[in-house]
């Protein structure tokens, strides 16, 4: 018993028929990739299934489409035209207008994180896929679940539809944000001034420093009307995780069939809509950084009137300065360009490295045969990370939803650095003394022989 039923449905039309359970499985893993319709679905099932000759997942099901004149009511409510009886080994229906997973089978219960094998167009292979879907995802046991929250889950949704950020995030809101916040310094022209012209100073610079993370800090944490109550840092965060397993998930999998898995169409909503990840987030937090700082620069050095005309000037300047920041090659960056970046993880892309471009000694006869692409003994692909540790050690630029994790961590991090000073302090001091040395986890993870001289 491996066949089901598969009934699928978007906000336009529902598919259904029976198909092997393995495929419908993989359904919910394509889930992921956050498809909005069913076509979005079927291009995200060819991360997990190969297809031959541009063949259709689908093609042995039956699709019916919604009579545009249907009552939005007929559609929530679930009174389509089929049957819900199972077949052989159970039924599965994958609402994407609702966003509700149904699995009354006895081939599998898939969930909403797991791991599925990629199949080559042939047979299932022994390549595992993890996934992992957003959390808004609703699964229930049954189909009669599955009608009865329907109507809810729609009507939740359409209260609080998806939309792209990014236009309030890096457009004139936020630039409007800086020039206001900069014009508003205390003391501004002389203070700044002085600061920017004691450069190696350490009391002008930390000043400097405290003003622009200041202003940072503000702008992430201030909620706002067009973000509908909710803070630029509170959007920035939404998705990060699930972002960031997709991408280390595509990473995997890229290593182990040596080609990337593909990526998501620009026109799909999970594109359109992206939330970010921890790659955009520290490059978000650069960018500030960047305009911040430029125009504490400028400010000094013009006479500035805090009237229309000059703010307006003044943003026009910034977005001069953003566009020239996110599209040309950053040294920070090892010379790639931010822009691409973005783009690049809004697509699910990972950032890959060619193995010569992971030597670390261009001298070394071990390390140019590693980075040979060509050698039987050169490495892999590799994959380059954004992690954000030069970010200040502050709640609003750290990667914790809420404070009180932010603070727990915090505490457990002291705790543990004075944990580690007093038994190393106790650990030199037995070493002075001649004493010996038992293995402690703190610095000796593997067991090991001290020699004393």
């Not at 689908?58 to 077949?87: C, G, H, K, Y």
């Not at 960047?290 to 026009?316: E, F, N, W």
């Not at 931010?338 to 670390?360: G, H, S, T, W, Y």
Request: charged share 30%; aromatic share 8%.
């Amino acid at each position: 018993m491996s066949e089901i039923k598969l009934i699928l449905v978007d906000a336009e039309r529902v598919v259904h028929g029976t198909i092997h359970g393995s495929v419908a499985d993989r359904c919910v893993a394509a889930l992921s990739a956050e498809p909005e319709s069913i076509a979005e679905l079927e291009a995200a099932l060819t991360r997990y299934i190969k297809l031959r000759d541009d063949a259709s997942c689908f093609a042995s099901l039956r699709s019916e489409i919604f009579p545009a004149s249907a009552p939005s009511d007929a559609v929530a409510s679930s009174r389509f035209s089929f049957d819900t009886e199972p077949w052989d080994a159970g039924i599965m229906s994958i609402d994407l207008a609702a966003r509700i997973v149904a699995c009354e089978s006895s081939y599998s219960q898939p969930g909403p994180e797991g791991e599925v094998s990629y199949h080559d167009g042939e047979e299932s292979t022994d390549v595992p896929i993890l996934y992992r879907v957003p959390e808004d995802w609703l699964f229930v046991s049954s189909i009669d679940a599955w009608q009865w929250s329907r109507e809810r889950r729609i009507t939740e949704r359409a209260a609080n539809p998806a939309s792209d950020a990014r236009p309030i995030l890096f457009g004139r809101p936020l630039l409007q944000f800086i020039v206001n916040a900069c014009l508003s310094l205390p003391d501004n022209s002389p203070r700044v001034a002085d600061a920017q012209a004691s450069a190696g100073d350490d009391e002008s610079e930390r000043f400097l420093a405290e003003q622009i993370s200041g202003i940072h800090a503000r702008w992430l944490l201030t909620p706002r009307e067009d973000l509908r109550g909710k803070s630029p840092r509170d959007v920035l965060l939404a998705q990060q995780d699930h972002i960031d397993f997709d991408l280390h998930t595509r990473s995997l999998q890229w290593s182990l069939q040596n080609e990337g898995p593909p990526c998501l169409n620009v026109n799909s909503f999970a594109y359109r809509c992206a939330g970010f990840g921890t790659h955009e987030f520290v490059i978000y937090y650069d960018l500030i950084r960047h305009l911040i700082g430029r125009l504490l620069d400028l400010l000094p050095s013009a006479t500035i009137r805090a009237d229309v005309q000059d703010v307006d000037q003044l943003i026009a300047t910034l977005e001069h300065m953003k566009v020239d920041w996110l599209e040309n090659p950053q040294a920070d960056l090892g010379g790639r360009i931010p822009a691409i970046i973005i783009d690049n993880e809004r697509k699910r892309l990972p950032q890959a490295l060619r193995p010569c471009d992971m030597i670390v000694d261009d001298d070394c006869p071990v390390c140019q045969m590693f980075g040979d692409e060509t050698s039987p003994l050169g490495m892999g692909v590799g994959f380059w990370h954004l992690d954000g540790s030069h970010m200040d050690d502050e709640f609003a630029f750290s990667h914790y939803k809420t404070r009180q994790e932010w603070e727990n961590e915090k505490r457990r991090r002291e705790e543990f650095n004075r944990e580690f000073d007093r038994r190393w302090e106790e650990r030199q001091q037995r070493i002075a003394r001649g004493e010996p040395i038992e293995r402690d986890a703190f610095f000796d993870p593997e067991p090991f022989e001290l020699e004393l001289e």
